[in-house]
Each structure stands twice: as structure tokens, then as C-alpha cells.
């Protein structure tokens, strides 16, 4: 049974056993996130403040999925959306993206690496996301990122 959890810093115990959760289930390096330690340090200390939240869904005790938010007067944005691979195929996107876009009031972007694009093109499309643009070399070194918004 799936159970989603909204954390951010109205729930500072729940958020800091989650994103300990998350950095453990993070911290291999790989290539989606060449950078982890930067990015890691940086959300760290804006997780508890009340421009970033994220949402966590757990099958069993395990992390299904992620996603990490970003709510501000000028951004509002799915900054990371991950859904395990054991749990693709199950809804687990569908539920966190819902969860997603109701923390950020129906109103968010996401941007897309170009080798991810053709997976998560189908879930952005269900939830009327459309593209934008197309950056190069945007976060990585000769690779595009596709901005979609909502």
C-alpha cells in the first residue's frame, strides 16, 4: 500500500527523516546528477524554509518516488521527480505528480534531460504540460533540457 508524505518545514522531523531517506537512496554518483554534492548542500539548507517542500511516496517501507519542489513569488518548480524503477508502470507517477501540482497550485515547470524526455513525455502530456524550450548545455555538457510547463 502506497502512503505519500508532504514534507517541508512546518514538519521539521518528518522532513529531516525523509530527506535523510532520499540523500541515502542519492548517494551514488551518477548521471543525472553529476553535481549531487553541490546540489545536495544547497537543498539542504533551503529544505527547511518555506520556498522548497517535497513529496515522498513509499511502497512497503521503500521510496516508489520523489519530488522536490520549489515554491517562490517568481518559480514555481518539480526541481526533481523520480519514480524508482521497480515501481514504474504503477501509478506512482501519476500519484506524485498529482501531489506535485497541488503543492504548487496547478501552476509549475520541469525541465527535461534530453535522454529522459521520451519517458516522462506521456505522464507531462496527461497533466496538459506543454514545451517551451529547448536549452543546450543547460546542466550538462552537450546535452539539452526540455522546459515544460503547466
Request: aromatic share 16%; net charge positive.
Amino acid at each position: 500500500m502506497c502512503k505519500t508524505y508532504i514534507c517541508n518545514y512546518k514538519t521539521p522531523d518528518i522532513t529531516s527523516c525523509f530527506f535523510k531517506k532520499i540523500t541515502n537512496f542519492f548517494s551514488t554518483p551518477n548521471d543525472l546528477y553529476p553535481c549531487f554534492s553541490n546540489w545536495h548542500k544547497k537543498i539542504s539548507t533551503e529544505i527547511f524554509t518555506p520556498s522548497r517542500s517535497f513529496i515522498i511516496v513509499l511502497e512497503d517501507n521503500k521510496i516508489a518516488g520523489f519530488s522536490i519542489l520549489k515554491h517562490t513569488n517568481d518559480e514555481n518548480k518539480i526541481c526533481t521527480f523520480y519514480i524508482d524503477k521497480l515501481f514504474r508502470k504503477n501509478k506512482i507517477g501519476t500519484l506524485l505528480m498529482k501531489s506535485s501540482l497541488d503543492v504548487l497550485h496547478n501552476n509549475a515547470i520541469i525541465t527535461i534531460n534530453e535522454k529522459l524526455v521520451d519517458m516522462y513525455y506521456p505522464l507531462l502530456n496527461r497533466f496538459d504540460f506543454y514545451n517551451v524550450a529547448i536549452k543546450n548545455d543547460y546542466y550538462r555538457l552537450e546535452q539539452k533540457e526540455y522546459f515544460f510547463k503547466r
